[in-house]
């Protein structure tokens, strides 16, 4: 289901990267959310303290609070490269990034095991929890919706990121909770990495506290404020860098390259 009910809260379930902080704002500042909690997982990736920074901060811009999950079993079970800190990050040429062949071998390194499954199970059990927590108590219900930042990638989708897994999903909120009242929905499905950049910059998504990298390159001080650093040169920050540029909006994200 594309899109989202305003009058209901939102678990939303982020990374800190351009996608899912775009969607925070605007499931708030657009569906009009009267409640939201940031959900983000440490699944052991490397990134996980530039990520944790920038959902902090994003947290404290919107007035909601963050959630922070512990998955580090998964981590321990993926085989991807974001999960194997000693192993190098290689580098992606532009040209590279469009050419599917090339996409569909990158794509087993970032490839972390259902991932996107367990975050969405997570966003449903605080769902379900809150709202059986009041039906006890009260016997009102508050149902939430669970909000995830996916969108189909080019020039090859990975499974987990396509409207055929957000339907699934969808159908598995009524199975497998209680009431079945619930939605898994991505506001964002449908949308080029550009337009994405394009309505952040409408909402005022605060760039610098989001984080693209695969490979992490630190923090740096600027007037104050400790900022993440991106390689510059992985897959990822290609893709934010030509993002940006298409969308004609300037990025104030640090990067080594």
């Given at each position: 289901m594309v899109g989202g009910a305003a009058e209901r809260p939102a678990v939303l379930l982020t990374s800190g990267g351009v996608d899912s902080v775009t969607t925070a704002y605007y499931v708030k500042r657009r569906l009009g959310a009267p409640k939201m909690v940031l959900v983000f997982a440490d699944y052991r990736q490397?990134?996980?303290?530039?990520?944790?920074?920038c959902v902090e901060a994003v947290g404290e811009a919107l007035g909601d609070p963050v959630k922070l999950v512990d998955l580090r079993w998964l981590g321990?079970?993926?085989?991807?490269?974001?999960?194997?800190a000693d192993t190098p990050i290689p580098a992606t040429k532009d040209e590279d990034l469009?050419?599917?062949?090339?996409?569909?071998?990158?794509?087993?390194?970032?490839?972390?095991?259902?991932?996107?499954?367990?975050?969405?199970?997570?966003?449903?059990a605080h769902a379900e929890s809150i709202d059986l927590n009041r039906y006890l108590s009260t016997g009102e219900r508050e149902i939430w919706d669970v909000h995830i930042g996916i969108r189909r990638e080019t020039p090859i989708a990975m499974k987990d990121n396509t409207p055929e897994f957000l339907e699934l999903m969808d159908r598995v909120a009524q199975q497998a909770t209680h009431f079945g009242d619930y939605h898994v929905r991505a506001p964002l499905i449908g949308f080029d990495k550009d337009r994405v950049?394009?309505?952040?910059?409408?909402?005022?998504?605060?760039?610098?506290?989001?984080?693209?990298?695969?490979?992490g390159s630190g923090f740096r001080e600027v007037d104050g404020h400790r900022l993440p650093v991106?390689?510059?040169?992985?897959?990822?920050?290609?893709?934010?860098?030509?993002?940006?540029?298409?969308?004609?909006?300037?990025?104030p994200s640090l990067y080594d390259v």
């Open positions: 490397r990134t996980y303290q530039y990520e944790k920074a321990e079970l993926s085989t991807s490269l974001l999960t194997k469009w050419d599917s062949k090339k996409a569909a071998v990158r794509i087993l390194k970032w490839w972390d095991v259902v991932r996107n499954l367990q975050l969405i199970t997570v966003g449903l950049v394009r309505l952040g910059a409408e909402l005022g998504v605060p760039w610098e506290y989001t984080y693209s990298c695969y490979a991106h390689c510059g040169a992985c897959s990822n920050c290609r893709r934010r860098k030509l993002a940006f540029k298409g969308a004609g909006v300037d990025d």
